[in-house]
């Protein structure tokens, strides 16, 4: 890794907080994504000489960086040595690069150029759009070493979302889902990085962002309403108006289940897929 | 099939004659796509009335129907009684849909629905983005019976494309290509049906068009100036401007090989990719 790149971690933060909280729980793995390539760096060096601190170099977490370019994946594999890269295409639920290009496109350039980064093997996880068995098994087929499933635990018990949140997702097919800005606006949080908008189901929220966007270059006007309007649709429970993130792969999803049972059945319709795909070659 | 639909084809026409030419040189199978479905009905019962009169009944044609949605799907197999059904997503080059669904996403979808729409087993082909033999086994392994390639086949020496186009394509990046409706607009082959745009390599061409149409509405003034320096970029080879069809698998064509060849080569990396796969999973 180059040295000369400044440490720009603050000396004591909230966020230097959390992280000594986070790493006295001795994570097995930490993710990183969605960063300027100077912050990713410093805060991933941060990460590292803290857990050996905390850790006494015993089993160190293992980092993995989510990437939503081709040159992300370059940095995370020779600058900050991730442990497990993740990438990330257009397809996935919640936040996201806006310019990411389709999961398999962008996992197929990461696939011909990684061996040219490091002469370590990264193990490579595809991420978006990945809900059920057959898309797993198209992403094993692809080369990714593993997956990465999110909106699928939406649709469990153990997820934090309402029940009134889970039905809209049960129903949703993947074209409701869109990409989009609306959201952060309507919660106020748009101090994530350039270029990161998120993924979720369209809503009331999403057509007046965009209705109030359209002719617009700069700031949309009108966020403090449409703030205002999100925090009462909250306090209602108005999924009309809430946020709920989810990715293409919604459409797959066909069943509220235990996280345990959703794992099972993905393994299950996954072996299920494999098989079939494995009868097209001669048993090795 | 309902009866009811009125035949709208015409008695006899220029296209009527080029079917007549083409059906007397006995093709295996003939692609209909992008249609309204009230003239693909009436075209595909044409198709299949004049085969019967010049083939005698012998061998008739399978009837390969391309679709971009679920609905195109349904109306493909319940309605047209599709031999073969052709699942093409956004990442396509050429001609399709610009609001398909991510391929992935609308092969998933048709797979999850097309039991209910006929007793028949219609085999599915996934289309879009599949220029190399690690995409078709991801395509298998998703539940595909087999794929379409068309981009992969421009990097021949067969393919009808300048040596200068072709070698635009082996340079060409999968984020090189973009979906638009630039490139109808400058050939003047504005006659598609509503919502087909096509994807191809960003140039000059397409920026000149994306600056005039910027705040437009309705027709993006200045096409008969576009057009005329399109004209003359073919005449002078300017691939500039020239239009290059090219689908997002673009960037996983390295090489410029006579189609013999790239198929023996797919074929190889397939059988690669999934007995990769397939050591994930027990033997049978």
Known sequence: ?????????????????????????????????????????????????????????????????????????????????????????????????????????????????????????????SAGGIADGRSIASQLALGADGVLVGTRFLLTPEATYSDAQKERLLRAQSTDTVRSLAFDDARGTPDWPKGIDGRGLRSVTVDEYDAAAQGQEGPVPGQPERHARYVQALQEGDTDRQIIWAGTGIGQVTKIQPAAQAVQHLHTTTVQALTRACSYIAVQ
Chains 1, 2 share one sequence.
């Open 1 to 125: 890794m180059p040295g000369s790149t400044e440490l720009t971690v603050p000396k004591s933060s909230p966020a230097t907080d959390l992280i000594d909280e986070a790493l006295r729980g001795r994570p097995s793995a930490i993710m990183m994504a969605f960063g300027p390539q100077k912050d990713m760096l410093a805060w991933s060096r941060y990460l590292r000489e803290r857990d050996q601190q905390v850790s006494d170099c015993e089993s160190p977490f293992l980092l993995f960086v989510m990437i939503n370019s081709l040159e992300e994946a370059r940095f995370a594999v020779q600058d900050m040595a991730a442990d497990v890269l993740v990438v990330q295409g257009y397809e996935a639920g919640c936040h996201g690069s806006a310019s990411a290009p389709p999961r398999d496109v962008l996992l197929s350039s990461v696939l011909d150029h990684v061996a040219s980064w490091s002469s370590k093997s990264t193990p490579i996880l």
